[in-house]
């Protein structure tokens, strides 16, 4: 079996946990939007592992990873298909590239992740055959459809699903992100929308009454603590985050930062019920005793680059252009069917479960079928 399948298989989250862990819908829903974290799908591929695997990998290799890219999005699509009836508009979202605008605010800012991760990093070989095949994931997404690929390049690709929810044809959809990613936790703010972790048999939708789960492990001094998941971004902004080479405040973890804002809500500085913007969070936060002017400059640029509606705020009119541009549909069903035949003969595409529940002519249903 080739080394790629079990590091991608964890994300295919099976129908049966699926069952238990999904919320239901409102009837009056009938799509879903679904949005999956590129950067959680590649990160086990940017292990010493797998680089050393790479020059030992057959030809019919060399496509495995835009094959089960598309095989996730079907895996997601059959589900909420055959189990809810309800079609899918699936977007997978991604940026190779440090975003312009936190570089800015940090020139630290995701170095660590670039350095690993970029074609002159760690792992050469690694980036060069992931880049290879989102290129042609790419191209064959726009031939599915719903299907999309989106890469932000120089904006943050942590605001994409903000983006596309306001879309005019995606906006009255039911959410889920698919995401490991710690500053996507924000999302479980918005409306109709759920965060779903992809741990394989381990993988849980966070909620707000369960954003624990999604920040730290079982930790039994969070027990009984009464916290307000609209106080994620103020607790990314003093707390370290290695992948992104925020510094936070020193010594500053998770666990740590949520008992600083739980003791100054105690205190009665800050308010749990309210929506903090950047301004109100550090006019409060200069309120709190023992913070050093250090300290709140920390937090302020660390609210910046983590706030998705911040992000979105300073976005350019290009890079809005950039997104909008690859929410594109060129369906070919045809052109599909050939590439799967001739370069994903080892590991075909499930192309009968990519389709589920959208309308296709009886030629292409006949053909993927």
């Known amino acids: ?9 964890s994300k295919k989250t099976k129908f049966t946990i699926l069952d238990t862990i999904i919320p239901s819908y409102e009837k009056s829903f009938k799509s ?22 790479i020059p030992t990998m057959r ?9 089960e890219l598309i095989n996730i999005a079907a895996h997601y699509r059959l589900y909420f298909w055959n189990k809810r009836r309800m079609n899918s508009n699936i977007f997978f979202f991604y940026s190779g590239k440090a975003s312009t605008r936190c570089l800015e605010l940090d020139g630290d800012y995701k170095q660590d992740y670039l350095q690993r991760h970029g074609k002159n990093g760690e792992f050469p070989d690694v980036s060069n055959y ?14 599915l459809p719903y299907i999309f690929y989106i890469n932000s390049q120089t904006l943050d690709p942590n605001v994409v699903p903000s983006l596309i929810m306001k ?15 710690i500053p996507m936790l924000q999302y479980i703010n918005y409306p109709k929308t759920n965060v779903m972790t992809l ?3 381990k993988s849980k939708v966070i909620s707000p009454s369960t954003i624990y789960d999604g920040l730290v492990k079982t930790s039994p001094c969070l027990d009984n603590l009464n916290f307000d998941s609209r106080l994620i971004i103020p607790i990314l902004s003093i707390s370290k985050d290695a992948k992104s080479g925020v510094i936070g405040w020193d010594k500053y973890a998770y666990i740590k930062a949520i008992k600083f804002f739980i003791d100054q809500v105690n205190k009665g500085i800050f308010t749990p019920k309210l929506e903090y913007n950047c301004k109100t969070f550090v006019s409060t936060l200069k309120k709190c005793k023992r913070v050093t002017d250090e300290q709140i400059d920390i937090a302020h640029v660390n609210y910046l680059i983590h706030s998705v509606y911040d992000n979105l705020l300073d976005m350019t009119d290009k890079e809005e252009i950039i997104i909008n541009e690859q929410l594109v549909q060129l369906i070919d069903l045809d052109a599909v069917y050939e590439v799967n035949h001739r370069c994903f003969r080892e590991n075909p595409i499930s192309l009968g479960y990519v389709v589920a529940g959208e309308e296709v002519s009886e030629d292409e249903e006949e053909l993927f079928n």
């Open 167 to 181: 879309n005019e044809e995606f906006k009255d959809n039911v959410n889920l992100v698919l995401s490991n990613s």
């Open 32 to 53: 879903i939007n679904i949005f999956i974290d590129v950067r959680t799908i590649l990160s086990g591929l940017f292990q010493k592992e797998f680089a050393s695997y």
């Open 199 to 201: 741990k394989g048999d």
């Open 1 to 9: 079996m080739s080394m790629i399948k079990p590091l991608i298989i």
């Open 59 to 67: 030809e019919s290799e060399n496509l495995f990873l835009c094959a």
């Open 130 to 143: 992931v880049d290879s095949n989102l290129e042609l994931f790419a191209t064959m997404a726009t031939r």
